[in-house]
């Protein structure tokens, strides 16, 4: 189960990763736009992250326990 999340938090990751290029790409050509919005996805990368961190520790945690 928390492999699932762990899989499924990845597949988010590299999704917004995907998405930004073109809002990078965009605001490094001087669209104010599309950096508000290369922002905003970083942001959300920063959470996505994070969450993704904080499963691959616990899952570590809780196969130490077992063995």
């Known amino acids: 189960m928390a492999n699932e999340f ?20 965009k605001n490094a050509g001087g669209n ?10 970083l ?3 920063k959470k996505e992250a994070a969450a993704l961190i904080k499963s691959m520790v616990e899952v570590e945690k809780d196969r130490k326990v077992v063995e």
């Open 32 to 41: 104010a736009s599309a950096g508000v919005r290369a922002r905003r996805g």
């Open 43 to 45: 942001r959300l990368l």
């Open 6 to 25: 762990i899989a499924e938090t990845w597949k988010r990751v590299k999704t917004l990763v995907e998405s930004m290029d073109i809002d990078v790409q």
